[in-house]
């Protein structure tokens, strides 16, 4: 009675750890991994060093979203990165997934196409990265130049399209529990999205309907592939990273709320409007509720949250799930911590994309003495 008192106490302080059913998936607390690129597939195949790094950050009833996956020979844009187009990179992933479900984590593959954020070195036979546009991406700040990308024609979408449907068949093939597309951050689905880069005149430029239409049909074609109880759709409206802005992104977020909920699928995960830059936050009165409320399925919220954020989203119902990036790369026992009220390891910048298979990947050190 008393320890069940208890329990009770600490589900109200400590929403983030109240077990939560997202369809089929039991989860026994809200803390998500989110989507972490770390640059360590070599030649796009994920590496046997990947079993380590996502097993220590699994938890018994815990969901962990992969690394941003490409889907194709023209989704690349960053080195390293992992790729579930090839036999060989389906096979690699095996034993990864295999080492998150022996400690009993659920485990989703992020589904990725850089679109223009590419350059001619990632792409067969050094042809121009493409997009819903030719306009080349300007990054301030940035020492990586992008080529000038090449429009798709319209008669080439239903392709691309059906490059994400194989890749989630490879997903579950490779033993993933379901897929996250990934239509956030500035890559070829929020290139199609958002009104500042979409430049189109064709079925799949133009009105907001219009924009929508090419990462719908994704999502579409993924469905039927593998259920929707199997898909999540990762978004930023709020956000203009790589140059993907658009005027009204109030509209866009409830519009593709709307549409991802009548398609019935798993969740919808968005990065928090005040996220300005990936990694720094500003003040605004902008809400992820409006969309929350279009949406019937699990909403997760990524962006900035630290544990009492975290337990304070949760309990004015802003959402179902937190995604945790850096304070999870950098603490393996993120959960523990959090529920100990434990120090946390500061995340370090310089090796967030370096290659090396075990420094700043495998080497953040467990709480002491944590039985
Ligand atoms: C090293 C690093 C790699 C990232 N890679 C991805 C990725 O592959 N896919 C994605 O959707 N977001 C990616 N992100 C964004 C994170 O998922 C998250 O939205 C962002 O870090 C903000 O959350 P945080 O404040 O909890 O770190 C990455 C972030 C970091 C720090």
New binding site residues.
């Given amino acids: 009675m008393i320890n069940s008192t208890m329990e009770e106490e600490k589900k109200k302080v400590m929403p983030l750890f109240t077990p939560y059913n997202m369809g089929n998936f039991n989860l026994s607390h809200r803390i998500v991994l989110?989507?972490?690129?770390?640059t360590r597939s070599y030649n796009s195949v994920a590496q046997p060093h990947a079993a380590l790094y996502y097993s220590q950050r699994t938890t018994k009833g815990g969901f962990l979203i992969g690394?941003?996956s490409g889907v194709s020979d023209t989704a690349q844009g960053y080195p390293n990165?992992p790729g579930i187009w090839t036999r060989e990179q389906v096979e690699a992933w095996k034993p990864i997934v295999e080492a998150v479900h022996e400690k009993g984590g659920i485990f989703f593959c992020?589904l990725?196409h850089a679109g223009r954020v590419s350059n001619y070195g990632y792409q067969p036979d050094g042809q121009p990265p493409i997009s819903s546009t030719d306009k080349a991406l300007q990054k301030e700040g940035s020492s990586t130049k992008y080529p000038p990308p090449r429009r798709l024609r319209t008669d080439e979408i239903p392709k691309v399209v059906n490059d994400f449907r194989m890749a989630a068949k490879n997903a579950i093939d490779a033993g993933f529990d379901g897929v996250e597309i990934?239509g956030?951050?500035g890559y070829l689905l929020d290139q199609f999205l958002k009104d500042k880069v979409n430049d189109r005149d064709d079925e799949y430029g133009g009105s907001l309907e219009n924009r929508c239409q090419f990462p719908l049909d994704v999502v579409k074609v993924v469905v039927d592939e593998i259920g929707a109880d199997k898909v999540g759709v990762?978004l930023s409206p709020f956000a203009d990273y790589c140059g993907c802005g658009d005027s009204n992104p109030q509209a866009l977020a409830i519009y593709m709320a709307q549409s991802l909920s009548e398609l019935g699928i798993l969740y919808c995960h968005v990065?928090e409007p005040r996220?300005c830059t990936?990694?720094e936050k500003r003040d605004t009165n902008v809400s992820l509720m409006p969309m929350r409320k279009a949406f019937d399925g699990t909403f997760i919220v990524?962006?900035?949250?630290n544990k009492s954020e975290g337990n304070n989203v949760l309990d004015n119902d802003g959402a179902d799930l937190v995604?945790?990036?850096?304070?999870?790369?950098a603490n393996p026992d993120l959960p523990r911590r959090f529920e100990l009220d434990a120090q946390l390891n500061k995340?370090d910048k310089s090796t967030?994309?370096t290659s090396d298979p075990v420094v700043g990947y495998t080497d953040y050190p467990f709480l002491e003495n944590a039985s």
């Fill in positions: 989110a989507p972490l690129t770390r690394e941003a990165t992020q990725w990934h956030a951050n990762r990065i996220m990936m990694f990524a962006g900035g949250y995604a945790y990036g850096r304070l999870f790369l995340a967030f994309y």
